[in-house]
């Protein structure tokens, strides 16, 4: 199940956590940035069945795989922290232990622009 967070400035784009985990190869960890810009409003539709629908758009903007990460963990929140000096915000995203041995804690900080 994914995570969705807001931008707080622009209420038409938002981050997605999707996250999943299978045995023997552990925890994916993907951040999508996702924009209702553009698609269509199907609030008040009854059915979409051979509606013509403009979707949601989404692009990859972190894979955890790819982050340098001692451990890619359980990641399953995310918060909105400061601005930086160079206008960008920091994503703040943790994971819990889930009360096991071998999972940890893990706070992870990102810069979105």
Same mark, same amino acid.
């Given at each position: 199940?994914?995570?969705?967070?807001?931008?707080? /400035?622009?209420?038409?784009? !938002?981050?997605? *956590? /999707?996250? %999943?985990?299978?045995?023997?190869? #552990? !925890?994916?960890?993907?951040? !999508? /940035?996702?924009?209702?810009?553009?698609?269509?409003?199907?609030?008040?539709?009854?059915?979409?069945? #051979?509606?013509?629908?403009?979707?949601?758009?989404?692009?990859?903007?972190?894979?955890?795989?790819?982050?340098?990460?001692?451990?890619? $963990?359980?990641?399953?929140?995310? %918060?909105? #922290?400061?601005?930086?000096?160079?206008?960008?915000?920091?994503?703040? *995203?943790?994971?819990?232990?889930?009360?096991?041995?071998? /999972?940890? %804690? $893990?706070?992870?900080?990102?810069?979105? #622009?």
């Amino acid at each position: 199940m994914p995570s969705i967070l807001a931008f707080p /400035e622009d209420p038409t784009r !938002y981050l997605v *956590l /999707e996250r %999943t985990w299978v045995a023997g190869a #552990g !925890y994916k960890i993907h951040v !999508y /940035e996702a924009t209702t810009r553009g698609a269509t409003d199907v609030r008040d539709v009854d059915s979409l069945a #051979g509606a013509d629908v403009v979707p949601m758009r989404k692009k990859l903007i972190a894979d955890f795989h790819d982050l340098g990460l001692s451990a890619v $963990q359980n990641t399953e929140g995310m %918060t909105w #922290g400061p601005l930086l000096p160079t206008g960008e915000r920091t994503l703040i *995203l943790v994971s819990d232990d889930n009360f096991a041995d071998d /999972e940890a %804690t $893990q706070i992870v900080a990102l810069a979105v #622009g």
